[in-house]
């Protein structure tokens, strides 16, 4: 097992509590099926694609908004802010994140964005403080799975694949990492999620 130098962390999902759970909160505050905003964005051909967009900084925020409340036949007005507002830290990650940190490796985000005007999802969780390196999505104009956009989180933090290890909910962004000898870890629950970070890197990992 090689000696591991950072650990990247995806955003939603990962370091926040479960994005679908706010979804489907979502849509019965909206008075829709509990799965009508996750179709909308994640099955949707037209909103895959919308997605997408936003993801690379293609569209704006805005007009992903009147996009996707098109599709679910409701008001758009600012609907990533009232979609994502109950997101919260998921806080076992937040502190093995920092506990990784303090053990002298060196951690990241890759995140693929969800535009950060009106709303910001990422201001309140002051990452750049938190993290050594950041990558989001918009403001580099690749999304995962993109394989260039590891490659950039690489270049960034100054460590080779094998030395990483990049912890993601969604199974289709693991492929690209581990392309690149990156150790994968996909994140279901985030007890197994801490066993399994604190088995590769041999430090104590509370698990909730």
Not at 69 to 80: F, K, S
Not at 104 to 131: I, Q
């Amino acid at each position: 097992m090689p000696p591991y130098e950072a650990v990247i962390f995806d955003f939603g999902g990962v370091l926040t509590t479960n994005l679908d759970d706010c979804a489907r909160a979502f849509a019965r505050r909206s008075a829709l099926p509990d799965d009508a905003y996750l179709h909308a964005v994640t099955v949707n051909p037209v909103g895959r694609h919308l997605f997408a967009q936003l993801e690379r900084g293609d569209i704006t925020q805005e007009a992903w908004n009147v996009g996707i409340a098109q599709l679910l036949g409701i008001d758009g007005t600012d609907l990533m802010r009232r979609a994502l507002t109950p997101l919260k830290p998921e806080a076992p990650m937040v502190e093995a994140a920092r506990a990784i940190r303090a053990a002298g490796l060196r951690t990241a985000v890759l995140s693929n964005s969800m535009g950060m005007s009106p709303f910001n999802l990422y201001e309140p969780w002051k990452l750049e403080d938190e993290h050594d390196v950041v990558v989001l999505s918009e403001q580099v104009r690749m999304r995962k799975p993109d394989p260039e956009i590891y490659q950039l989180t690489l270049r960034q933090l100054g460590c080779r694949g094998p030395a990483c290890i990049f912890v993601d909910d969604n199974e289709a962004n693991l492929q690209p990492a581990q392309d690149l000898g990156i150790t994968t870890i996909h994140a279901q629950q985030p007890d197994q999620t801490l066993l399994r970070l604190g088995e590769l890197l041999g430090l104590p990992m509370t698990v909730l």
